[in-house]
């Protein structure tokens, strides 16, 4: 099956994932942070592959007008990472592009839940730490067939 290319652009988060916000907003009664690094134990329990070689936060990019839906994630993960939180999330290996070079890395996907921050117009992805990556800037995530789905909203 014939590989999905998305290219979108970078845009700025709410900086949880990364622990770079300073004043996390509340969801779900907790002030939530960091959640990357928290997650990560899970993931790596749960067989995730190298997980702990990619940087934790994410970067969003927006694909809009299109949408996108996982079809068939590499991996699912269901745990309880925070207090009571329970969430599942699934991966999807990707190839990412940017400016000429590419990095291995996952699409990451919160399932829907009361702490999923992004529609799906926002592809969030996680990877080694890529240089120079800044805002605004082209990115184009490379994913085998089968997996995800795009369409135009």
């Not at 652009?9 to 959640?35: E, F, H, V, W, Y």
Request: hydrophobic fraction near 35%.
């Amino acid at each position: 099956m014939k590989e999905v290319v998305v290219k979108g652009k970078i845009k700025q988060g709410l900086r949880i994932a990364s622990g770079l916000n300073l004043d996390p907003p509340i969801k779900l009664g907790m002030k939530l942070n960091n959640t990357i690094a928290l997650q990560k134990p899970f993931f790596e329990q749960a067989g995730v592959e190298g997980i702990f070689e990619m940087y934790s936060g994410t970067i969003n990019v927006d694909i809009s007008p299109l949408t996108f839906k996982i079809v068939e994630p590499d991996y699912q993960v269901t745990c309880t990472w925070f207090e009571e939180l329970t969430e599942t999330f699934w991966f999807v290996k990707t190839l990412i592009d940017y400016e000429g070079k590419k990095y291995e890395g996952y699409i990451y996907y919160p399932c829907p839940s009361g702490v999923k921050s992004h529609d799906d117009d926002t592809v969030e992805l996680l990877s080694r730490k890529i240089p120079g990556v800044g805002y605004g800037r082209e990115i184009s995530i490379c994913v085998p067939g089968g997996k995800i789905k795009v369409v135009q909203t």
